[in-house]
């Protein structure tokens, strides 16, 4: 079997908009930020709003709240977006430099993108994925395991991710399950019409 059949068999993968920003790096600075990582010296996490714990505090409070009263608790979900939006449009250009609103296949294992330029297999990115429209911003590093000319024009890119912390990997998760369920119920609404 196929490295590539595998993959689809071990993770679910969705079509999906996000935020993306991709910065090569070469073998020796990928390594150099993960030994920082490791040492303290540099933060793994990129969100100015929503330090990791934050986000696991409010999403334990919200679906403890969801049992008791559902219709509070999407109520303070919905207030919570906005003002992360608010603080996002605030922090401005300083914060969302570099990021392009693109449609991506994602999946908890790494991501094919239509990009306009070549780029060689084998290359490391750092990769900063802003999902929406909840705003969770990731980082992760991926390799290009795959480069095929687009028809759309351009090049389809795999990455596979090579590096992403065990927390910001169960938020993308999270995000793809949510996700696959509003296509699931969109999909059942359009064969009821």
């Given at each position: 079997?196929?490295?590539?059949?595998?993959?689809?068999?071990?993770?679910?993968?969705?079509?999906?908009?996000?935020?993306?920003?991709?910065?090569?790096?070469?073998?020796?600075?990928?390594?150099?930020?993960?030994?920082?990582f490791?040492e303290?010296?540099?933060?793994?996490?990129?969100?100015?709003i929503?330090?990791?714990?934050?986000?696991?505090?409010?999403?334990?409070?919200?679906?403890?709240?969801?049992?008791?009263?559902r219709?509070?608790?999407?109520?303070?979900?919905?207030?919570?977006?906005?003002?992360?939006?608010?603080?996002?449009?605030?922090?401005?250009?300083?914060?969302?430099?570099?990021?392009?609103?693109?449609?991506?296949?994602l999946g908890?294992?790494?991501?094919?993108?239509r990009?306009?330029?070549?780029?060689?297999v084998?290359?490391i990115?750092?990769?900063?994925?802003?999902?929406?429209?909840?705003?969770?911003?990731?980082?992760?590093?991926?390799?290009?395991?795959?480069?095929?000319p687009?028809?759309?024009?351009?090049?389809?890119?795999?990455?596979?991710?090579?590096w992403?912390?065990?927390?910001?990997?169960?938020?993308?998760?999270?995000?793809i399950?949510?996700?696959?369920?509003?296509?699931?119920?969109?999909?059942?609404?359009?064969?009821?019409?």
């Amino acid at each position: 079997m196929t490295g590539k059949a595998e993959e689809k068999r071990n993770y679910i993968r969705i079509y999906d908009h996000v935020l993306l920003r991709l910065t090569p790096l070469s073998r020796e600075e990928f390594e150099k930020k993960l030994e920082n990582f490791r040492e303290g010296k540099e933060s793994p996490w990129i969100d100015p709003i929503r330090p990791p714990g934050e986000i696991f505090k409010l999403e334990s409070y919200l679906k403890r709240l969801r049992e008791k009263d559902r219709e509070l608790a999407g109520v303070l979900q919905i207030l919570n977006q906005k003002l992360d939006r608010i603080l996002i449009n605030l922090l401005g250009e300083k914060f969302l430099k570099g990021f392009r609103e693109v449609e991506v296949n994602l999946g908890a294992g790494g991501l094919r993108v239509r990009l306009p330029e070549e780029v060689q297999v084998g290359a490391i990115y750092e990769i900063d994925l802003g999902l929406l429209p909840d705003w969770v911003f990731l980082k992760t590093f991926g390799e290009v395991i795959r480069v095929e000319p687009s028809p759309e024009g351009g090049y389809e890119v795999a990455f596979k991710f090579i590096w992403i912390t065990e927390a910001d990997q169960d938020r993308l998760v999270e995000h793809i399950f949510r996700q696959q369920v509003l296509q699931l119920r969109a999909t059942r609404r359009v064969k009821k019409d």
